[in-house]
Structure formats: C-alpha cells, structure tokens
C-alpha cells in the first residue's frame, strides 16, 4: 500500500507538521513494508530513504491543485491533514479533492480544527466549508466527540466519520539530567507552560495562580518555556510585554522563569522531564485537540487545564484536574492538592501512564492503518 500525505512537514514549525511526523514514524514502527509520500509546502525539507519520501511540491498562497494531484498519481490513499490556515476558504481545496475523486483514489481527510458559527468573524463560513470537504471526502478523521457532533449536525453520515484521538509522543527524561541541561533550580516543584506565548494561553492566569500558590508552597516556580512567534503580531509583542509587567508587579521575579525565545523540538521531552505539573489555562472556543497536552501526557506529567473543549480528553486521566477559565483560586488550590495529597497525586500518575499507553501513536497508527483497508 503507497499512502500520500498532503501536509506541512518539518523543518516547518507548525503542529500539523510535527502532528503527520509522529504519525509516519508510527505507522513505519507498526508496519515497515508501507510505502509513505508526503507532498508538502514547499518550506518542508526533500527527502527519500528507502519506503519514505518528502516531496516539498506546494504553496499555500498559490493554486497548489496541480502539483498536488501529479505528486500524489501513484498513491492508493491520499491522507490530506487540514486545518484552516494552510488551506483557506477558496475552491483549491474541494477542486483538488473532486479531482482526487476522479481518479478512484481512496480520498481521507483529518480535520484537526472546527469552529463553531457563533464563534467565527466569517460567521458559518468556517462550518459550510468544513461540511463542502468532508462530503467530498470518503472518510473524515476528527480527534474529538465534540467535532463529529457538530459535522453530524451538517449532515455528514456518520458511518463516515472517525473520533481517532490525537497521538502521544512517549519520553522520560530524568528529571535531575533535564534540569542540570536547562540550568533550571534543582530542587523544588516547576509548573510548566511550554509553546509560543499568545493571549489566549493565559500566562497571566498563571502568575496569579503562581502567587497564590506562593502563601502555602513557597519552593515553587513558573517556567515559561517559549516566546513570540515568527512574524508575531503587535497584539502577541504586547502581550509579552504585559506578561513582564506583571511578573514586576506581582512580585516574582525569582519564581518566574521566562527566556522567551523558542525551544526546537528536540528540547521539548528534556523540558518537560524538568516539570511537575504541566497548566494549560488557554481561553479559545476552538473545538479541536492539543498536541502540546499529548505531550505532556507523553512525559508522565500531571496536567491542570481550563474546562473547555480542547481538553476535554483530560477527564480520560481525572476530571478534577479540569477547572474552569480564569478560576486562579480553583486551580491554585489543585496544585496544591497535587503537590501535598500523594494518594491523589499517585491516583493522577497511574492514570496518566495509563492514557499515555492507550493514545501512543504506535495505538494511534494502527487505528489509521484499519482505516486506509477499509476496516
């Protein structure tokens, strides 16, 4: 079987890139003799080893429907990974699957993101798009129950439809090596946010739950692993700034730990193996999955997110650890249960390892791999 992807691919720093990685790297581990293309943008690097190649080929700003379909002529599956700001919303998308249609290629399109109407600045624009590709395709991959509801709601058969969860990297570091390699304190607890730091992800939730924790815990630090986007916009600058401002202002300056720079992926498992407890306080309507969740999860790390859509997978390991946005005291008070009740914090990690194991992306792969024969 020959499958061909339509995707970023690394060295792109984009989660769809690193989301299709993982997932060829599963699928090789779980079956050797497939034989992968990936047909990427053009900022992905070329390669070919053996069964795998990278044929960087397209560009989102022009009409990739050509080079697409002559990469993809010898595929019996073509996988295409969506997400909204690769694509766009104009007819190069449903033009390159009617035309993949044409040709009796097995058509599979995992659509990572879904945004309700209401929440939209182009209103159902973003939903009519999403049920055009997901009729023209003849399987739809979603990560979560929430997403095959609302494509359900579009009409889409549900037969046709798959919740196949996001994949989970597996690692553990030490935490002494991981520490010692970042120069981070050694000894007391570190609350982690990792990523490109944007409005939405809250840092400023973080600081003022990192303050409240400081009244009963006070050997504890925030370790904000990343900074600004390239090509941020003035809205992410400033809200670095802010974020700066309020490390002064709140008095914790020797608790924060904030290079704002970014992290290449090889980092992340020694990142996340220096954590105790990985937050995620994000305010987003977005109904899709998180990769960096999966990654922390993958480090056998304790998570503590907001209550909304994009974490819904959290209550698989502990549906306390799910606490509503902007509630500081809620989720302060949940660090310190994890950090001083060990029954609880012993139930959280069984729990952990146990998602970790089910979501692997070795599990995740034979999932796709049913789908693609036609199980």
Not at 6 to 34: D, F, K, R
Not at 55 to 63: A, E, L, Y
Not at 151 to 167: A, C, D, Q, S, Y
Request: charged share 25%; proline share 5%.
């Amino acid at each position: 079987m020959k499958i061909a992807y339509v995707s970023t691919y690394s060295p792109q720093q984009c989660g769809i890139a690193t989301y299709t990685s993982h997932l060829i790297h599963g699928l090789m581990e779980v079956n050797p003799t497939l034989e992968i293309k990936v047909v990427s943008e053009k900022d992905a690097s070329s390669f070919k080893h053996g069964r795998f190649e990278v044929v960087p080929c397209w560009d989102r700003n022009d009409n990739y429907v050509e080079p697409i379909i002559s990469n993809t002529k010898d595929a019996d599956v073509v996988h295409i990974q969506h997400e909204y700001a690769i694509y766009n919303f104009d007819d190069r998308l449903p033009m390159l699957l009617k035309r993949l249609k044409a040709s009796a290629k097995r058509i599979i399109i995992t659509i990572h993101c879904i945004r309700p109407g209401q929440f939209c600045e182009r209103g159902v624009v973003d939903e009519n798009f999403v049920k055009r590709i997901s009729e023209l395709a003849d399987e739809v991959i979603v990560h979560l129950d929430l997403q095959k509801a609302v494509l359900e709601r579009l009409g889409i058969p549900l037969e046709k439809v798959h919740v196949i969860p996001h994949g989970t990297a597996l690692s553990n570091a030490d935490k002494k090596d991981a520490r010692r390699r970042l120069k981070l304190p050694e000894d007391g607890k570190i609350i982690l946010m990792f990523g490109f730091v944007k409005p939405y992800k809250c840092v400023h939730v973080a600081l003022e739950v990192l303050k409240e924790i400081k009244e009963e815990a006070e050997d504890v630090y925030l370790y904000i692993a990343g900074g600004l986007p390239l090509g941020a916009s003035k809205e992410d600058i400033n809200y670095v700034e802010f974020v700066n401002t309020r490390i002064k202002e709140l008095d914790l300056h020797d608790k924060v730990i904030f290079p704002n720079r970014f992290f290449p992926d090889k980092d992340i498992p020694y990142i996340l193996g220096a954590s105790d407890v990985v937050l995620f306080p994000y305010y987003v309507e977005d109904l899709s999955a998180s990769g960096p969740f999966h990654l922390a999860i993958g480090a056998k790390k304790p998570v503590i997110a907001s209550r909304i859509p994009k974490f819904e997978s959290l209550k698989n390991v502990c549906d306390e650890l799910l606490v509503l946005p902007y509630n500081t005291s809620g989720i302060a008070k949940t660090f310190i249960r994890l950090f001083k009740d060990k029954e609880f914090e012993q139930h959280v990690l069984d729990r952990t390892k146990r998602y970790r194991t089910a979501t692997s992306w070795a599990v995740i792969a034979n999932r796709h791999l049913e789908l693609y024969r036609g199980a």
